[in-house]
């Protein structure tokens, strides 16, 4: 099988400098989402991964900008003449928002949904991946997701502040795909809002006993090089995503 990854946003919160978080994970002709960030659509015409494509949407935790681009995305596959079911894999305040839109008819579904809301364990497989769910701890309702590809794993935490979960869930992966909205000199606040550095990523990668680190969800306070110094000293296959940067799995 063929996969990549795609990092569509990675940002925290305001997109001044990076988008809102979404993942693109193409496997094959299928693709898959994690995370749909206001501005994902429009990514993914850019990148050249169709929506029509999308097979499930995975979205950890019911902040906005993890799952506000999810109405957009939805009104322009309908335009876009779809009519497979999408699967959607939410957190249940997430699945409320949904059905309210839906039943509203506040946008115009031509297609069916298939809603799964999030437990721990599985929560979807196909021919092609299988994706778990774990909790992770962010002040509402959130978790993280490992995804099985073949013979290919990974692990995508959303966002979290350190916590074992992680670990127990995502031990050995060929990549953890962690957040890291500060770097260790801003970990009071980290904490205050439940948030990890990137020194507590690259601490957690070792712990996991992980093949390579990504990082994520980026506040705009930090610069690539400072958020990847941070890490570096801990864990030295590390990388700091960039909006369109291209993974290959």
């Known amino acids: 099988m063929s996969s990549k990854v795609f990092f ?9 400098t990076r ?31 169709s929506p029509i494509k999308v097979k499930a949407v995975f979205v950890t935790h019911p902040h906005g900008d993890h799952y506000l681009g999810l109405f957009g995305l939805l009104q322009t596959m309908g335009l876009m003449g779809r009519k497979e079911a999408l699967k959607l894999v939410v ?42 769910a774990y909790p992770v701890q962010h002040g509402v309702e959130a978790y993280g997701f490992r995804v099985g590809i073949g013979k290919k794993s990974l692990c995508y935490t959303g966002d ?40 507590d ?16 969800h980026i506040s705009a306070r930090h610069s690539d090089e400072e958020v990847l110094r941070d890490a570096l000293r801990f864990f030295s296959n590390t990388i700091v995503a960039r909006d369109f940067s291209i993974l290959y799995l």
Request: glycine share 8%.
């Open 8 to 16: 569509l946003g990675t940002g925290a919160a305001i997109p001044v």
């Open 19 to 49: 988008g809102l978080p979404c993942i693109a994970l193409r496997v094959d002709s299928n693709i898959y989402l994690l995370d749909v960030g206001e501005g994902c659509q429009s990514r993914m015409l850019k990148t050249g991964l």
């Open 91 to 132: 957190p249940r305040e997430v699945e409320e928002h949904i059905k309210v839109v839906v039943e509203k008819k506040l946008m115009r579904l031509v297609f069916p949904l298939e809603l799964t809301v999030i437990t721990s364990g599985e929560v979807y497989r196909d021919e092609k991946i299988s994706v778990e």
């Open 160 to 199: 979290t502040m350190p916590c074992n979960t992680i670990v127990e869930n995502c031990k050995g992966v060929d990549v953890l795909i962690h957040e890291s909205t500060f770097t260790s000199e801003m970990s009071g606040e980290a904490r205050e809002e439940y948030h990890s550095t990137s020194k």
């Open 201 to 216: 990523a690259a601490l957690t990668a070792i712990e996991a006993g992980v093949a390579s680190l990504v990082l994520t």
